[in-house]
């Protein structure tokens, strides 16, 4: 199912420290890398269109589960870490965030130049996407960033950010070009948010008769669009609530990971050794790269896979965050040569979580869930932009 839309989460200032940057970039070439191999170029193109995968993607990375943030941080590293891969991978990111997004047609026409596809058609769709996103919808959101991917066979996805001062909120727009047949009737699936009020939307079907006075894009042929709607809003909350989470699907991947041992699968024989924390990790990971799309509606619970860098749920676990890549580093490894098996039990994960969830009652106290994770955080290295994770004031106490 192919899905577009947009996004609407609280607007958050910072930085993102190095020692996650590069994790990130390493997690995300992993991932993208292990889409295209089991499913083709394409298949990147639309989980990146989806608001909901795409916020998920950014929660297993260690990215603050709901904030704005996680839209420019997530493009920067897999641009960090695709581009300079992009000839295997068949997979170009151009743009960015501010003055990298007036690059954008430059780097798409290098790109094109070398790749034989139709560099001046495609600028024009990076500009015509801005320009329906930031002036023919006037909803008080003003774009800051503009990230253009597309593969050598010439689909694409766009996904831009733009802030709104008076909410304090931001709003990321997906576009995908599968579908897409005009940029100036109804051109997405979905823009949504919190309403507040009335908004000026030239690229409605119903402004059809104001947009011939006003618009000459006539010539994109406009015609029926994708009638189904993405949702996704972001509450103002930092910390991670129980109604952020399907319990019992979180349920199931902790069951899985933390009171069963892989001995008792016959599937996950090849990934005996690794602890069960880093299996928590691994098969939330395993979810983002073959889960289905309706598996994404509830993105917090990806951040039971990382963490956050501003310690909600839990600070990132280095020590796992690590391990998890190296794990997906050898299965690709491993597949490239043409010995699949390691990758295959990777995959397996999340169907064996899913399968638990079928018979599967919550029961574990969520907060005690989290407290625990944070009580052992110090185990695996745990990290925030505020300074590495201590042992709990009991442990400490032992020590003396």
Known sequence: ???SGSADMPLHYGYVPVWLAERMAKLGLAVIETIVMDYGKDKVLRRLSDPFWFQSLGAVMGMDWHSSGITTSVMGALKRAI???SRDLGIYICGGKGKHSTKTPQELMAVCNSTGLNGDYLVKCSKLSAKVDNTAIQDGFQLYTHNFILSDTGKWTVVQQGMSDASSTARRYHWHSEQLTSFVEDPHTGIHGKNNGLILNMADKLADSSRAGVMQIAAEHPDRMLKEISHLVMPNHHDVKA???DLKRLGAVLWLAHEKQPKDFEELLL???LGPRTLQSLALVSEVIHGTPSRFKDPARFSFAHGGKDGHPFPVPIKVYDETIAVLQ???HKAK????????????????AQAAEKNFTPNANFDKVIEKERNDSWKYNGRTVFGKAKPPVEHQLKLF
């Open 1 to 3: 199912m192919n899905r």
């Open 83 to 85: 581009n300079p891969h």
């Open 330 to 332: 050898t299965a690709i």
């Open 243 to 245: 109604k952020d989470v």
């Open 337 to 352: 040569l043409g010995n699949g098996e390691k990758n295959e039990a990777i995959k397996r994960l999340t169907n064996i």
């Open 271 to 273: 990934l005996q050794g």
